[in-house]
C-alpha cells in the first residue's frame, strides 16, 4: 500500500469529513419538516441589534470567493499540499453553488419580507438564495484546512469560524437557514472530495503548477486591492489588510518556489 493510499484510507473513515455534512443534511431536514425557516432566520437577523454591525460585516467577508484564495496565499512554496487541494476543491465548490442557484431560483429574505422585518447589511440582494456562496466558499476554505491539519484546537477554530461566516449571512439578511445549511453541506464535501481528488493528482505539486496557481492567488490579492469594492468603507479597509498581509507573508514561499523552478 502507497503512501497515498493510507492518506485516502485515513480520510475516507475520518468523521472530520463526514460528520459536518451529515449535521448540515439533518438540519436541513429539521428547519424544513418544522418550517423553521423563517423564525430562524429573524432570530438570526436581528442578532447585530446586540452585537452591532461592523462584527458581521467583517465576518462574511471571509464568505468572499476571491478573498478565500487570496487566504491560501501564504502556503505557496511550503504546503503545495494545500494550495493543490484547496484549487480542486474551488471548482467543486463553484459547480455546487453556481450550478444550484439558477436551477432553483430561490428568492433571498429581502425578496420576500417587508423593509421593515428584517435588517439588511450591505448590499440588498433578492434572487438566487440557495444555497450559500458565501457559505458554500467559507466551509471549503475552512474544511481543506482542516482536513489538512493535525491539530484538534485548529479543526475547532476553523470549524467555528466557518459556522460564525454561514451565521453572518443571516445576520446581515442575505440569506435563509436552509440556503447556509446547504452551503455547509456542499462545500464540506467539496472540500473533502476536493482533497481526496488532489491527493491522486501528483502532477498538482510540481513546481511548475505550483507557479501558476502562485500567479493566480497573486492576481486575486492585487484585485483585492485595486478594483474589489463592497460599499463599505470599513470592509474595503479589511480586505485591503487581508490582501496586504497574504502578500506580505506569501513572499518567502514564493522565492523559495522560484528557486525550484
Known sequence: MTKIDIQLRGLRISPWLWGIPLAALIGMIVVWTADLNLPLFLWFNGLSQLTGEPLWSYLTLLGDGVVALVL?????????DIVRAMMVAALLAMVWALGLKPLVGAMRPAALLPADALTVIGPVLKQLSFPSGHTTTIFTLAGVLLLHSRSQTLKLVLLSLAVAVGCSR?????????????????????AGFGTLLAQRWQAGLLPKVQGAFAVLLVLLAVWLLLYHRTG??????????????????ALPGLWRLKKRQ
Open 72 to 80: 491560501i496565499l501564504p502556503f505557496v512554496g511550503y504546503r503545495p
Open 232 to 249: 463599505d468603507l470599513n470592509v474595503t479597509l479589511f480586505q485591503y489588510a487581508i490582501a496586504v498581509f497574504c502578500l506580505v507573508m
Open 170 to 190: 443571516m445576520v446581515v439578511g442575505a440569506h435563509w437557514p436552509l440556503d447556509v445549511l446547504a452551503g455547509a453541506f456542499g462545500g464540506w464535501l467539496a
